[in-house]
Nanobody, 121 residues
């Protein structure tokens, strides 16, 4: 059973840093591209970052490029999102996600429960 569990959110001042974790089970994070999304109150879910299947490439939304870094630890089966120079507009609930195919080839996007990040002085 595919499960994703995020942690590491909290309250941080502008300019501060946080590292989010997403622990995966039911599949290996080195077998799928892994993504991070966020959703601010009253807004739709926004794609933030992706680690490609190879794990050697990452892609970022323009709004976080140069400040956020996605990574993964295959041994821990966990992906991370290091967030630096945080801004109030980064306030949102952050989710990790995977589009997973089962043994029949049937695909489904899975989401974690999310972790809240609040950037405020």
């Amino acid at each position: 059973q595919v499960q994703l569990v995020e942690s590491g959110g909290g309250l941080v001042q502008p300019g501060g840093s946080l590292r989010l974790s997403c622990a995966a089970s039911g599949f290996s994070v080195d077998s799928y591209p892994m993504s991070w999304y966020r959703q601010a109150p009253g807004q739709g879910r926004e794609w933030v970052a992706e680690i490609t299947l190879s794990g050697t490439m990452t892609n970022y939304a323009n709004s976080v490029k140069g400040r956020f870094t996605a990574s993964r630890d295959n041994a821990e089966n966990t992906v991370y999102l290091q967030m630096n120079r945080l801004k109030p507009e980064d306030t949102a609930k952050y989710y990790c996600s995977v589009y997973h195919r089962d043994y029949r080839g049937v695909g489904q996007r899975y989401w974690g429960q999310g972790t809240q990040v609040t950037v405020s002085s």
